[in-house]
């Protein structure tokens, strides 16, 4: 992990402030964010695929995802 991308003691400070909800929300909110770009990114690489198969190409994508 990149120095930059380490968690700062003022983020872990604001994500223990928050609720398990409000927690939940914020992840959800991340995850559809991430899956509009990855389907951006797909559209962009695939001008020709159909709605159809760029939902399919990035549900494949992100049910074999690992961190």
Known sequence: MLADEQTSPEQFAIFRRMTPEQRWWAASRLYWTCRRHKTAFQRSQHPEWSD?????EVRRI??????
Request: glycine fraction near 0%; aromatic fraction near 10%; proline fraction near 0%.
């Open 62 to 67: 992100f049910s074999h995802a690992r961190t």
């Open 52 to 56: 159809e198969q760029l939902n399919h």
